[in-house]
């Protein structure tokens, strides 16, 4: 089983809609969460990091389900530019230094 | 702001040449890492190293060394490279709260 995996898509959605990516984890230790956002030939840059109590920055909402082993990313108002490619990263525990990144969740707004 | 810098952005190799790719961050982290990123694969951890002369291998270390005589610079080799080692390589650093920076990354063609 992988450590962290993500559903590819890719979502086409139109402009203005909700999307809702999810992303499940194997470590019930995993204390770090976060989202990236990667656009096409670019490095990955963080979105946000998740919280146990969930976040919020404008449009997008990050959330936390640790008994379920799952983070969410929801994106209200979809604009065009939101289109890339969406990684969760997960670390394996307390003090562990590295991150396992999902392959990623491509998403698509269309005008 | 971070900043992880990447010594060269295109490269083209032959097969059997040694290969050096560099990287350089500029915000005293701890922890620096080296990716490759292929279709379909997502982000795989080459290796890492979590303090200077420090390195731990990653999910595929195989055909690759790493060096880390400074903080602030950590360096991957091919000792000898490959077709298969055609890829784009990311290297982050990263401090305590876990999150990662990325630089632009190299992508690396051996023919």
């Known amino acids: 089983r992988k450590e962290v995996e993500q559903d590819p898509g890719p979502f086409n959605v139109p402009e203005g809609a909700t999307v809702a990516f999810n992303c499940t984890y194997s470590?019930?230790?995993?204390?770090?969460f976060f989202w990236y956002r990667q656009d096409c030939r670019k490095e990955p840059k963080l979105l946000m990091s998740?919280?146990?109590s969930g976040n919020e920055d404008g449009r997008f909402t990050a959330q936390l389900n640790r008994a379920s082993q799952y983070i969410s990313l929801l994106i209200r108002d979809s604009k065009l530019s939101d289109s890339a490619t969406y990684l969760c990263a997960v670390n394996l525990g307390p003090g562990a230094n590295n991150l396992f990144f999902g392959t990623g969740t491509r998403l698509t707004v269309i005008p | 702001d971070v900043k992880v810098t990447q010594s060269s952005r295109y490269l083209v190799k032959r097969t059997g040449e040694k290969v050096f790719l560099e990287c350089v961050q500029d915000?005293?982290?701890?922890?620096m890492f080296w990716y490759r990123q292929d279709p379909g694969l997502g982000l795989r951890l080459i290796y890492f190293?979590?303090?200077?002369?420090?390195?731990e291998k990653g999910d595929i270390p195989e055909g690759y060394s790493v060096s880390r005589e400074k903080k602030e610079r950590f360096s991957l080799i091919l000792e000898s490279a490959s077709t298969n080692q055609t890829s784009m390589y990311l290297c982050?650093?990263?401090?305590?709260?876990?999150?990662?920076?990325f630089g632009a990354g190299t992508r690396l063609s051996v023919l």
């Open positions: 915000m005293d982290h701890e922890n």
């Open positions: 998740v919280y146990s």
């Open positions: 982050a650093s990263a401090g305590g709260l876990n999150i990662q920076y």
């Open positions: 470590n019930s230790a995993s204390q770090s």
């Open positions: 190293s979590y303090d200077v002369k420090m390195k």
